[in-house]
């Protein structure tokens, strides 16, 4: 997409979060701080230009991060790479390629953001979440490998993103 296109779907998102009262600031993630996206919709285009605090999360903020997330990422990983993969690699190898490349793109911030307060676990805990990452990507390769219906998929991905805080002490 262009980049005045990138604006407005970044500009569309923050509106819809702002009607519904949702704002990614009071997730207790670090993905603010990370700007490992290119475009977010409260730091991008914020009115005051700086980083929204960190504060509490609820559980609303997670279902909406995981729509948001699970539509979104699952074009890229799924959408694109995927078909080219299945190619040359078979399925279930495309999926552990697609989950360990995935998990490594999310262990990078994570490390940024939860290294310090996970100290010398951090690598385990890194480790044991790429490996999780990599059998559900196989089951969603699966899963859109039977039915090529990206939909599922991103529905997949949606359900994996929205239940992740259950998982989290």
Same mark, same amino acid.
């Given at each position: 997409?262009?980049?005045?296109?990138?604006?407005?779907?970044?500009?569309?998102?923050?509106?819809?979060?702002?009607?519904?009262? =949702?704002?990614?600031?009071?997730?207790?993630?670090?993905?603010?701080?990370?700007?490992?996206?290119?475009?977010? &919709?409260?730091?991008?285009?914020?009115?005051?230009?700086?980083?929204?605090? @960190?504060?509490?999360?609820?559980?609303?903020?997670?279902?909406?991060?995981? =729509?948001? *997330?699970?539509?979104?990422?699952? #074009?890229?990983?799924?959408?694109?790479?995927?078909?080219? =993969?299945? *190619?040359?690699?078979?399925?279930?190898?495309?999926?552990?390629?697609?989950?360990?490349?995935?998990?490594?793109?999310?262990?990078? &911030?994570?490390?940024?953001?939860?290294?310090?307060?996970?100290?010398?676990?951090?690598?385990?805990? #890194?480790?044991?979440? $790429?490996?999780?990452?990599?059998?559900?990507?196989?089951? $969603?390769?699966?899963?859109?490998?039977?039915?090529?219906?990206?939909?599922? *998929? @991103?529905?997949? @991905?949606?359900?994996?993103?929205?239940? @992740? &805080?259950?998982?989290? &002490?």
């Amino acid at each position: 997409p262009s980049p005045g296109r990138l604006m407005k779907l970044t500009k569309m998102t923050r509106e819809i979060l702002r009607k519904y009262g =949702l704002s990614a600031s009071e997730s207790m993630t670090m993905c603010l701080a990370c700007t490992g996206c290119d475009l977010t &919709p409260e730091t991008s285009i914020a009115e005051s230009g700086g980083l929204p605090r @960190q504060g509490r999360s609820s559980g609303r903020h997670h279902i909406v991060g995981g =729509l948001l *997330a699970g539509f979104i990422e699952e #074009i890229g990983w799924t959408g694109f790479p995927l078909p080219k =993969l299945r *190619a040359h690699h078979g399925i279930i190898l495309s999926g552990i390629i697609l989950g360990v490349i995935g998990g490594a793109w999310h262990g990078l &911030p994570d490390y940024w953001g939860s290294s310090y307060a996970y100290g010398s676990l951090w690598f385990p805990r #890194i480790t044991l979440w $790429i490996a999780a990452l990599t059998a559900y990507r196989v089951v $969603i390769a699966w899963v859109h490998d039977q039915t090529r219906s990206l939909l599922l *998929a @991103q529905l997949m @991905q949606t359900g994996f993103v929205a239940g @992740q &805080p259950i998982m989290i &002490p």
